[in-house]
């Protein structure tokens, strides 16, 4: 698939939205380009006037940011149309419309978003309207008890695997445990969760 600016600014939004911070490794990581051409392209944003870096931390400018709001949107509609229409398991739904998303946008994609009901989420949880902030908390800092999957921000495809082996999905109960690893379990199945990916599982009581 070729990269183009869309792809960069839809993965910093990911990484800003998730953990609140974004490396030039881990963008490179993402994409699956190298560390080089990663930064060669965040000084191409950054010359565009898209986004700031400030020695290793990068941050979206506000014309950036109002770029990547509607590139989200438009990836979120594209998911719920991938998963209702298409049939695309949820754990791959993500990775499907990369390039969907490009074709649904503008006019088409507002149709689209019409005709799909003018749904509120992706499958995944995440608002079709990025500015929507939700009463949540992080995995990583849930205490021990009972929760309702809320979303999963950071749309980690193995992470997504996991939680499908087990039916978490959005509005499904779970039990936390804490301990040196964080472990999630329902009726289906336990799992153990990385801490490093513990924030991109957002829970409400």
């Known amino acids: 698939m070729r ?52 020695g290793k931390k990068i941050s979206f400018t506000a014309a950036g940011r109002n770029m990547a709001r509607e590139l989200v949107r438009m990836h979120r509609i594209a998911e719920v149309f991938a998963y209702n229409f298409l049939e695309i398991p949820w754990e791959e739904t993500h990775a499907s419309v990369m390039e969907l998303e490009h074709i649904f946008s503008g006019d088409r994609g507002e149709v689209l ?20 902030r939700f009463k949540e908390v992080p995995l990583m800092l849930a205490e021990d008890g009972k929760y309702t999957v809320k979303r999963v921000v950071f749309e980690d495809e193995e992470l997504l695997k996991e939680l499908a082996s087990i039916s978490a999905f959005p509005g499904t109960s779970l039990n936390v445990h804490r301990g040196d690893i964080i472990e999630i379990d329902n009726e289906h199945g ?16």
Request: hydrophobic share 35%; charged share 30%.
């Open 190 to 205: 336990t799992l153990k969760v990385p801490h490093a990916v513990s924030m991109s599982l957002r829970l409400s009581k």
């Open 3 to 54: 990269l183009n600016r869309e792809d960069y600014l839809l993965v910093i939004w990911e990484y800003l939205e998730s953990f609140d911070r974004i490396s030039e490794k881990e963008l490179a990581n993402r994409l699956r380009i190298s560390p080089p051409t990663a930064y060669e392209y965040l000084t191409k944003l950054s010359d565009e006037g898209l986004i700031n870096k400030d």
């Open 113 to 132: 978003f019409k005709n799909l009901g003018r749904p509120e989420a992706c499958p995944h949880g995440n608002p079709v309207d990025p500015e929507v």
